[in-house]
């Protein structure tokens, strides 16, 4: 997959979030931030989404740098959504005649994404969630 189509699927997936937890207070959101790692390393760049459990299944998403994240979100019990891509090395796509582009992966597994098993309840007193992740390497 290139980087292109990879690219894509993030823009497509941040298109289909009716929230993204951006207002002031008055709107009963909170910040909420942690940290993500990967194999007990933290992951580089990436996206995290939770989407509420309940009837309007709202979702709040927002960046992970570095291992980080910060996002508003709405308490109540949510499924968490990690996702990120890297190079992978040496692999390029040269379907284009004269073009050789990178190729890229989504190497976080799916039980932690589109197939999540990670869940949370926020509760108005949480400040912090922390995701630790395990797959191969």
Do not use: H, W
């Not at 959101?29 to 194999?39: D, F, P, R």
């Not at 939770?50 to 980080?68: M, V």
Request: aromatic letters at 6%.
């Amino acid at each position: 997959m290139s980087i292109k189509k990879i690219l894509m699927v993030f823009a497509l997936c941040g298109g289909s979030i009716t929230s993204l937890g951006c207002g002031g207070s008055a709107d009963g959101l909170q910040e909420l931030t942690g940290k993500v790692t990967y194999n007990g390393e933290p992951v580089p760049e990436g996206r995290i989404q939770f989407r509420a459990l309940d009837e309007g299944q709202q979702a709040y998403a927002g960046t992970i740098e570095n291992g980080q994240y910060l996002v508003r979100v709405a308490p109540g019990p949510a499924a968490v959504e990690i996702r990120a891509s890297r190079l992978i090395p040496g692999k390029f796509d040269e379907s284009n005649p004269g073009e050789r582009e990178p190729v890229g992966e989504m190497y976080i597994p799916e039980k932690y994404n589109s197939r999540t098993e990670l869940q949370v309840t926020i509760e108005p007193s949480t400040v912090a969630e922390n995701f630790d992740l395990e797959g191969k390497p």
